[in-house]
T-cell receptor
Framework: DAKTTQPPSMDCAEGRAANLPCNHS???????VYWYRQIHSQGPQYIIH???NNETNEMASLIITEDRKSSTLILPHATLRDTAVYYC?????????????FGAGTQVVVTP | NAGVTQTPKFQVLKTGQSMTLQCAQD?????MSWYRQDPGMGLRLIHY???????DQGEVPNGYNVSRSTTEDFPLRLLSAAPSQTSVYFC???????????????FGPGTRLTVL
């Protein structure tokens, strides 16, 4: 699986959009970009994933650059409950082993 | 559904002791995994299973054994606990090769293990 690079931390004001960057310059053509988050003392939680096109669900939006070497997770209206570590992962969707190679992630702190 | 459950939530062991961390899921998922998370670090894969009777090693398998006799259960055994195994352990499950939006892992709440 391709490796990813994320900033170690970022702050965001409550109610504002949080834009979390991720670099994955060695991503291969059939690898997807996944985002998970981990709220303190809880297990990781799936957020969103995509291949080429931008994706949106009830939690977030995922913007993938045309060359696929980087992506941005957008939390449109951050709340205090969004304070968590956010992990960007690239992997094959059909990885039959269910493996997720987590890195260090980005610690996001949402402030009132 | 209860989702993925883990027991115990907390455990303290002495060096050399053995124990089993329990993991169960009621979603009929084929795939299950064990991860460990050390302070300030991401998760590392210990062992995984793609179905009953099938297991394989992950990134950091030494000192741990697993078995998968049923679809629901995936216990993790520490053979002879060492202080380096002090960590938080997460169990996860996911459906089989369904692809699409169902291709996500569901994590348990974790077991916090301290080895003295």
């Amino acid at each position: 699986d391709a490796k990813t690079t994320q900033p170690p931390s970022m702050d965001c004001a409550e109610g504002r959009a949080a834009n979390l960057p991720c670099n994955h310059s060695t991503i291969s053509g059939n690898e997807y970009v996944y985002w998970y988050r981990q709220i303190h003392s809880q297990g990781p939680q799936y957020i969103i994933h995509g291949l080429k096109n931008n994706e949106t669900n009830e939690m977030a939006s995922l913007i993938i650059t045309e060359d696929r070497k980087s992506s941005t997770l957008i939390l449109p209206h951050a709340t205090l409950r969004d304070t968590a570590v956010y992990y960007c992962i690239v992997r094959l969707e059909t990885d039959s082993w269910g493996k997720l190679q987590f890195g260090a992630g980005t610690q996001v702190v949402v402030t009132p | 559904n209860a989702g993925v459950t883990q027991t115990p939530k907390f455990q303290v062991l002495k060096t050399g002791q053995s124990m089993t961390l329990q993991c169960a899921q009621d979603m009929n998922h084929e795939y299950m995994s064990w991860y460990r998370q050390d302070p300030g670090m991401g998760l590392r894969l210990i062992h995984y299973s793609v179905g009953a009777g099938i297991t394989d090693q992950g990134e950091v398998p030494n000192g741990y054994n697993v078995s998968r006799s049923t679809t629901e259960d995936f216990p993790l055994r520490l053979l002879s606990a060492a202080p380096s195994q002090t960590s938080v352990y997460f169990c996860a499950s996911r459906p089989g090769l369904a692809g699409g939006s169902t291709d996500t892992q569901y994590f348990g709440p974790g077991t916090r293990l301290t080895v003295l």
